[in-house]
């Protein structure tokens, strides 16, 4: 009896110190003069425990904790999706756990202080379940010329009832940068967003993560359109129920890019809506995305703002004139010493041309992906779309500048083409009401993404 009492004693240990971990938790990181907040909800699942980060300042919630463990006061956890990891001691007499926060190969000291709740992000526009509607996993593999097959994964939801459905399905493309299925931005999930929009109104809608990373990294936009046009004739060649739906392609930002790209090659693609898709080149594009940019940052002088400029126009210009991405790289790198070398320290910190500055943009100078942007002939492939095309921009768009791309547009698209263009007044980038369109402003508004644009889309699907 006595041998028992005690193995049932060392049973109850785990679970009365789990106790004492257990709730929600806040603390701050500095980071250069600044903060970040950091929040950790811990909970007790039976003899295990279960966690979730917040990252309010950067409109991140419910960062999944892979592994956790509490043993002798020492708390331990990691979180696989953001290269974290903690480990801290707690102090039962003054509720805390302080120890140590590592991610990308760096250290910073976070003390976690209890808090009587969690941060919660208020975003009323993400759908909920359960939904009036069938959505189900679709899992294909691609077939890439050099990286052999490469899974692609999404979700597909369509009307429940077959009378319902309108016999339309559109396939969304997300735009630059690893993306989720649902273009997840700041706590925003835009493609949820408007795959439950339309699926109440009758339309299947299919969207899906990006290329696994390690795949992601090695390709091209062209690599993105032969995806996205393969998806295409899945769902028309191969899938029972949509062999007679006309499918088309909604893309927002490149993937409105890629939305023309296939539909000028593929005759499956029946329409095409591109949100903010960009038809001019990428130099100009990127020239306009630091002129705005810059034009609200009182940080700057005018002529360390049009020195800024000056390089990048002169960055692009080599990229554009290199015969492969090793020679733009190789030149691009040795532009940006010659020009930060004569630079102060202070100039070299505001114009992010520090060693540490210089070889972030090399990183992304030096992918495949940024070489072929500049090499992207939109103008080539609109004389081939021969499909009804829906654009849309916002006028506060700090990073798509809409009068040139509908130019673009209504100047290469053949006559024949259904062409309708719609620019929003006060709406930014995802399309969401704002007062300047930084990209700061995204995660601080809890609109995703305005009805109006919504509705419009839908009554263009609707005539068509």
Same mark, same amino acid.
């Given at each position: !009896?006595?041998?028992?009492?005690?193995?049932?004693?060392?049973?109850?240990?785990?679970?009365?110190?789990? @106790?004492?971990?257990? $709730?929600?938790?806040?603390?701050?990181?500095?980071?250069?003069?600044?903060?970040?907040?950091?929040?950790?909800?811990? &909970?007790?699942?039976?003899?295990?425990?279960?966690?979730? !980060?917040?990252?309010?300042?950067?409109?991140?919630? $419910?960062?999944?904790?892979? /592994?956790?463990?509490?043993?002798?006061?020492?708390?331990?956890?990691?979180?696989?999706?953001?290269?974290?990891?903690?480990?801290?001691?707690?102090?039962?007499?003054?509720?805390?756990?302080?120890?140590?926060?590592?991610?990308?190969? +760096?250290?910073?000291?976070?003390?976690?202080?209890?808090?009587?709740?969690?941060?919660?992000?208020?975003?009323?526009?993400?759908?909920?379940?359960?939904?009036? %509607?069938?959505?189900?996993?679709?899992?294909?593999?691609?077939?890439?010329?050099?990286?052999?097959?490469?899974?692609?994964?999404?979700?597909?939801?369509?009307?429940?009832?077959?009378?319902?459905?309108?016999?339309?399905?559109?396939?969304?493309?997300? $735009?630059?940068?690893?993306?989720?299925?649902?273009?997840?931005?700041? +706590?925003?999930?835009?493609?949820?967003?408007?795959?439950? %929009?339309?699926?109440?109104?009758?339309?299947?809608?299919?969207?899906?993560?990006?290329?696994?990373?390690?795949?992601?990294?090695?390709?091209?936009?062209?690599?993105?359109?032969?995806?996205?046009?393969?998806?295409?004739?899945?769902?028309?060649?191969?899938?029972?129920?949509?062999?007679?739906? &006309?499918?088309?392609?909604? +893309?927002?930002?490149?993937?409105?890019?890629?939305?023309?790209?296939?539909?000028?090659?593929?005759?499956?693609?029946?329409?095409?809506?591109?949100?903010? $898709?960009? !038809?001019?080149?990428?130099? !100009?594009?990127?020239?306009?995305?630091? &002129?705005?940019? %810059?034009?609200?940052?009182?940080?700057?002088?005018?002529?360390?703002?049009?020195?800024?400029?000056?390089? @990048?126009?002169?960055? %692009?210009?080599?990229?554009?004139?290199?015969?492969?991405?090793?020679?733009?790289?190789?030149?691009?790198?040795?532009?940006?010493?010659?020009? /930060?070398?004569?630079?102060?320290?202070?100039?070299?910190?505001?114009?992010?041309?520090?060693?540490?500055?210089?070889?972030?943009?090399?990183?992304?100078?030096?992918?495949?992906?940024?070489?072929?942007?500049?090499?992207?002939?939109?103008?080539?492939?609109?004389?081939?779309?021969?499909?009804?095309?829906?654009?849309?921009?916002?006028?506060?768009?700090?990073?798509?500048?809409?009068?040139?791309?509908?130019?673009?547009?209504?100047?290469?698209?053949?006559?024949?083409?259904?062409?309708?263009?719609?620019?929003?007044?006060?709406?930014?980038?995802?399309?969401?009401?704002?007062?300047?369109?930084?990209?700061?402003?995204?995660?601080?508004?809890?609109?995703?993404?305005?009805?109006?644009?919504?509705?419009?889309?839908?009554?263009?699907?609707?005539?068509?």
């Amino acid at each position: !009896m006595r041998r028992f009492l005690l193995i049932a004693i060392a049973l109850l240990i785990p679970f009365a110190a789990f @106790s004492q971990i257990a $709730g929600v938790w806040e603390g701050k990181l500095p980071v250069g003069t600044d903060s970040l907040r950091l929040v950790l909800a811990v &909970e007790q699942h039976g003899d295990s425990l279960y966690a979730e !980060m917040d990252s309010p300042d950067q409109y991140a919630a $419910g960062i999944e904790v892979n /592994s956790i463990s509490f043993k002798n006061d020492t708390l331990k956890l990691k979180s696989k999706g953001v290269g974290a990891s903690f480990q801290g001691v707690y102090n039962a007499e003054n509720e805390k756990i302080k120890g140590v926060f590592k991610q990308g190969g +760096g250290k910073l000291p976070l003390t976690l202080y209890r808090v009587a709740e969690r941060w919660k992000l208020n975003r009323p526009q993400t759908p909920q379940e359960p939904f009036p %509607y069938e959505t189900e996993e679709v899992k294909l593999q691609f077939p890439h010329a050099t990286l052999g097959q490469i899974p692609i994964t999404g979700t597909l939801s369509y009307p429940s009832r077959k009378h319902e459905f309108n016999n339309k399905l559109l396939i969304l493309v997300s $735009g630059s940068g690893w993306q989720d299925r649902d273009e997840s931005i700041m +706590g925003h999930k835009p493609f949820a967003v408007i795959a439950d %929009y339309l699926t109440r109104r009758g339309y299947a809608v299919f969207r899906y993560d990006d290329l696994p990373r390690a795949q992601y990294a090695k390709c091209t936009t062209l690599d993105f359109a032969d995806v996205a046009s393969f998806v295409v004739d899945y769902f028309k060649l191969f899938n029972e129920h949509f062999k007679q739906a &006309e499918v088309g392609i909604l +893309g927002h930002s490149e993937g409105g890019t890629i939305a023309v790209m296939v539909a000028a090659k593929n005759k499956n693609v029946a329409f095409i809506i591109s949100m903010a $898709g960009m !038809m001019a080149s990428a130099k !100009m594009t990127l020239l306009y995305q630091i &002129e705005s940019l %810059y034009q609200q940052d009182t940080t700057l002088s005018a002529e360390e703002k049009a020195e800024s400029v000056r390089i @990048s126009e002169a960055l %692009y210009t080599t990229i554009e004139q290199a015969k492969s991405v090793k020679e733009a790289s190789d030149r691009c790198g040795q532009l940006l010493r010659d020009y /930060s070398r004569g630079m102060s320290e202070e100039q070299q910190q505001k114009l992010n041309m520090t060693q540490a500055g210089i070889f972030q943009t090399m990183r992304t100078v030096s992918s495949p992906w940024f070489y072929e942007l500049f090499r992207l002939n939109q103008p080539k492939y609109l004389k081939k779309v021969k499909c009804p095309v829906l654009a849309l921009n916002g006028k506060n768009d700090l990073q798509v500048e809409w009068e040139s791309n509908f130019s673009v547009l209504e100047q290469n698209l053949p006559k024949k083409t259904n062409l309708s263009t719609h620019a929003y007044e006060r709406l930014n980038h995802l399309f969401q009401p704002c007062e300047t369109g930084l990209p700061t402003e995204y995660g601080q508004i809890e609109t995703t993404i305005s009805e109006e644009v919504l509705r419009d889309i839908e009554q263009w699907l609707e005539e068509r």
